[in-house]
């Protein structure tokens, strides 16, 4: 299979993803603000899960520009991949349902810790695939980004049952600091174009 190909399985899936999550919204209940006010945080869930999804989706879209060559093992990592993104829309009906509170938010970040673990696994799979000259080494060297990522990840699922706002915060940190497309493959794509 060819990287193009991966490339466009994720693109419907990612599609899929995303419109489920926005069929999960609800109006509100009446015309009022106290009635808006109650969506706020379903809202708040739904900017939260897009914003990460739309992440993943640009970083894998950049790396997989990068990449040459896929094996039956990048397969399984990106749909495994796939998989942690597809459960974003279980997460806001739960949110929904139940409110910030630990469990919930706390499962929230179970589903970015699976994501990020994923991502971290598909990244070493490509570069296991290609062999010391593979591009997407040469871009993400360490991985600090992705690492630093996990880290904080897996410290906001325990702090959801002190004060799931803290989690919250931590989401949206690290959110923050990917928003912009990865850098690293951006380079590696205008080299590529120039050979």
Same mark, same amino acid.
């Given at each position: 299979?060819?990287?193009?190909?991966?490339? %466009?399985?994720?693109?419907? $899936?990612?599609?899929? +993803?995303?419109?489920?999550?926005?069929?999960?919204?609800?109006?509100?209940?009446?015309?009022?603000?106290?009635?808006?006010?109650?969506?706020?945080?379903?809202?708040?869930?739904?900017?939260?899960?897009?914003?990460?999804?739309?992440?993943?989706?640009?970083?894998?879209?950049?790396?997989?520009?990068?990449?040459?060559?896929?094996?039956?093992? $990048?397969?399984?990592?990106?749909?495994?991949?796939?998989?942690?993104?597809?459960?974003?829309?279980?997460?806001?009906?739960?949110?929904?349902?139940?409110?910030?509170?630990?469990?919930?938010?706390?499962?929230?970040?179970? $589903?970015?810790?699976?994501?990020?673990?994923?991502?971290?696994?598909?990244?070493?799979?490509?570069?296991?695939?290609?062999?010391?000259?593979?591009?997407?080494?040469?871009?993400?060297?360490?991985?600090?980004?992705?690492?630093?990522?996990? %880290?904080?990840?897996?410290?906001?699922?325990?702090?959801?049952?002190?004060?799931?706002?803290?989690?919250?915060?931590?989401?949206?940190?690290?959110?923050?600091?990917?928003? +912009?497309?990865?850098?690293?493959?951006?380079?590696?794509?205008?080299?590529?174009?120039?050979?």
């Amino acid at each position: 299979m060819s990287p193009g190909r991966l490339n %466009a399985l994720t693109d419907g $899936v990612v599609a899929i +993803v995303l419109t489920i999550m926005v069929l999960e919204l609800k109006f509100p209940a009446e015309a009022s603000v106290r009635a808006v006010l109650a969506v706020l945080p379903l809202l708040a869930a739904y900017l939260l899960a897009f914003v990460n999804v739309a992440i993943y989706w640009n970083n894998h879209h950049h790396m997989m520009q990068s990449a040459r060559r896929v094996t039956g093992a $990048v397969l399984w990592a990106n749909h495994a991949l796939l998989f942690w993104l597809t459960l974003f829309p279980l997460m806001i009906r739960w949110i929904d349902e139940a409110g910030i509170t630990p469990l919930p938010v706390a499962s929230f970040g179970v $589903v970015l810790i699976g994501a990020s673990a994923s991502y971290l696994v598909l990244e070493r799979t490509l570069i296991r695939a290609e062999g010391e000259e593979s591009r997407v080494k040469s871009a993400v060297g360490g991985g600090f980004k992705e690492w630093i990522s996990f %880290a904080l990840y897996a410290g906001a699922v325990p702090a959801a049952f002190i004060s799931p706002l803290i989690s919250v915060a931590i989401y949206v940190a690290v959110s923050v600091i990917w928003l +912009v497309p990865d850098r690293r493959f951006e380079r590696q794509i205008i080299g590529k174009a120039g050979e």
